[in-house]
């Protein structure tokens, strides 16, 4: 376990592969921590430098108080992959992972050499459903929450499954101060107008039963890039990379390389 001290936030991370691997990073959605990627770090290519990172109010993370921004998420992301040489890699956003994915590739093409989009849109929700949901957290914590969420992170067979309640206590044991924050941030958040402006291969991963993110948001949104490709997983819902980890690392290593990442 590592903590990198960014200033106003301290980010748990974690490096795997050789210094000289292919890099791709990893940025995960609200509720979770980098532990989001462990069903599909083992199927994917080996040799890669793989990032990834708590969001600040996250895992192991600092919780600043709530609300926080974008721009600083987006920052935090930055700042990290300065910090270890992070350059022309793979960026993987799910969900706020891929706000953050793209408003980086947008401010340092630099780093971003190739987009993956997964479950996540240039604008997601409003802010009306934002502010109720940032004031129930505040006022009554996230557990009365995590019943519907969880009816929208996974389709009916996973809910089946035992599993359910490891990914329900990660959502319930992240800090208040954290879920609001983020949450601020992607209520804040209207993307359309600068991923357009984007001139880099992509690709949107979509559940076909996700009830946060629809495939359909997905798709509107990676069609802003010219170019891009789209893939729907079906029988997932918001966390396909832990519903069919064997299909998700698939279609991830086939986009590396299609694009030349390796």
């Not at 770090?41 to 996250?58: C, E, S, T, Y």
């Not at 992301?77 to 890699?89: I, Y």
């Not at 006022?139 to 990914?167: C, H, N, Y």
Request: charged share 25%; net charge negative; hydrophobic share 40%.
């Amino acid at each position: 376990m590592k903590l990198a001290d960014l200033g106003d936030v301290r980010l748990h991370y974690r490096i795997d592969g050789p210094d000289d691997g292919a890099p791709v990073v990893f940025a995960n959605s609200l509720g979770t921590d980098l532990r989001l990627w462990d069903p599909i770090m083992p199927l994917l290519p080996a040799g890669l430098r793989v990032l990834r990172f708590d969001k600040r109010g996250h895992g192991l993370s600092s919780c600043p108080p709530s609300p926080y921004s974008m721009g600083s998420l987006v920052t935090d992301a930055e700042k990290l992959m300065d910090m270890h040489g992070f350059k022309d890699a793979l960026f993987v956003g799910l969900s706020i992972g891929g706000m953050i994915a793209q408003g980086l590739a947008v401010k340092r093409l630099d780093l971003v050499r190739a987009l993956v989009l997964s479950n996540t849109g240039a604008k997601i929700g409003n802010a009306d459903m934002w502010g109720e949901r940032i004031a129930a957290v505040l006022k009554g914590g996230i557990e009365p929450l995590a019943d519907a969420v969880m009816e929208r992170w996974f389709a009916p067979d996973f809910r089946a499954t035992p599993e359910l309640e490891l990914w329900r206590n990660m959502l319930i044991r992240q800090e208040v101060q954290g879920y609001a924050g983020c949450s601020s941030a992607i209520s804040g958040t209207d993307f359309y107008s600068t991923t357009a402006s984007l001139r880099l291969p992509a690709l949107g991963i979509a559940g076909s039963e996700d009830g946060s993110t629809p495939p359909d948001l997905v798709r509107e949104t990676i069609d802003l890039i010219p170019g891009s490709q789209f893939q729907i997983i079906r029988r997932t819902g918001h966390l396909p990379c832990v519903e069919k980890p064997e299909e998700y690392a698939q279609i991830l290593t086939r986009f590396m390389r299609d694009t030349g990442h390796i």
